[in-house]
């Protein structure tokens, strides 16, 4: 875990907010193929073994913020309903979604190293 000068970590386990969490995940999904926004929260909950999916309320405005700043685009299934929106990765996007990856992976790393040492060394389980 990275410590600054005179800082203390006091976020636990991670120092990821959950928004920075899920605009990570939306782009990790859709650099493989388009998505609308309850397949993006059923797509997530699917591969965390239904122990956590991120809500509505928060996956929307995401979307709505990634494609204001350029990072996805959006079309309507229909356009005369407006019913179904689909988002795909733009380049740009891309480039954002290496950058992030790429910075939170250690967080990620100290996370599992904080929990596996918790899960030893209180529930005494061996990893």
């Known amino acids: 875990m990275t410590n600054y000068r005179n800082q203390r970590n006091r976020q636990f386990p991670s ?7 899920v605009k ?7 650099k493989g193929k ?6 993006i ?3 997530i909950k699917g591969r965390l073994d239904n122990k956590w999916e991120p ?12 494609e204001e700043e350029g990072y996805v685009t959006g079309r309507w299934e229909e356009p005369d309903k407006r019913s179904i929106r689909r988002y795909r990765l733009t380049n740009e996007g891309y480039k954002h979604y290496q950058i992030i ?3 939170h992976k250690s967080t990620f790393e100290d996370s599992l190293h904080i929990v596996k040492n918790i ?3 209180i529930y ?3 990893l």
């Open 55 to 66: 809500s509505p309320g928060m996956v929307y405005p995401l979307l709505r913020k990634l």
């Open 34 to 39: 388009d998505y609308y926004g309850n397949e």
């Open 41 to 43: 929260i059923e797509e």
């Open 15 to 21: 120092k990821i907010s959950t928004t920075s969490f």
């Open 124 to 126: 005494g389980l061996k």
């Open 119 to 121: 899960l030893r060394d």
């Open 101 to 103: 990856l790429l910075q």
């Open 24 to 30: 990570l995940y939306i782009l990790h999904l859709l």
